[in-house]
Every structure is written in C-alpha cells, then in structure tokens.
C-alpha cells in the first residue's frame, strides 16, 4: 500500500487547511486510515482515525476543530482542519492498518510521507 500526503502548508492562527492523502489503487478499501502528527523531538501523536465504515475517532485536543472523512471510489481520505492554532504545528503523516482503529502508531503498517503544516500566531 503506497500512501500520499499532500495539503501541508503555512496559515494564520485561526484560518484552515486541507490534508490529503491518496493511496495505490484499490487498497484502501478495507483499511483503516488514521492521521498522526509529530513534533520535533517527540513521537508521533495520534489525530484521527476513520474506518471502513466511516466510523470515525479524534483526539480530545482536535476534536469540533477537525473532520477526518474518506472518499472510497478515490481511495484518498481527507483531515480538514479548521480554527488552526499554532500548537498545530506539525508534520502530518497518514497511515493505514487493518482492523485497528486506535491511537497506537506502532501499530499501522503503512504510512506516507509527512506534510508539513504551520500555523503563526
């Protein structure tokens, strides 16, 4: 499973972004695909998770500031990420797994590449 994070960028305190992350053709379908986020120095942390069946989970610091949603036939799930703070800032990654929707990154198998996200004060 190859997993692609795009949608990373630089915004004002307050303002939104969109991350998303597409996966190999017809391998997402099963899968559940989570969002976690790293600062320097530390492991990463988990955001979001939904499931195949749309189930979905969040953090408690990002929860009504963030929607994570999938689009199947796309085989690409999306963080959409609202009220940005600068405690925000983060690389992002996208991972995926089967039949674990927890917030344990050891435990996803696949992962993208990070997307930097920066929110300013």
């Known amino acids: 499973v190859q997993l692609q994070a795009s949608g990373g960028g630089f915004v004002q305190a307050g303002g939104s972004l969109k991350l998303s992350c597409a996966a190999s053709?017809?391998?997402?379908?099963?899968?559940?695909v989570a969002w976690f986020r790293q600062y320097p120095g530390s492991d990463r942390e988990f955001v979001s998770s939904i499931a195949w069946i749309g189930k979905t989970f969040y953090a408690d610091s990002v929860k009504g500031r963030f929607t994570i949603s999938r689009d199947n036939a796309k085989d690409t799930i999306y963080l959409e990420m609202n009220s940005l703070k600068p405690q925000d800032t983060a690389v992002y990654y996208c991972a995926a797994v089967q039949g674990y929707t927890g917030s344990d990154y050891l435990k996803y198998d696949y992962w993208g590449q990070g997307t930097q996200v920066t929110v300013s004060s």
């Open positions: 053709e017809g391998t997402f379908r099963r899968l559940v």
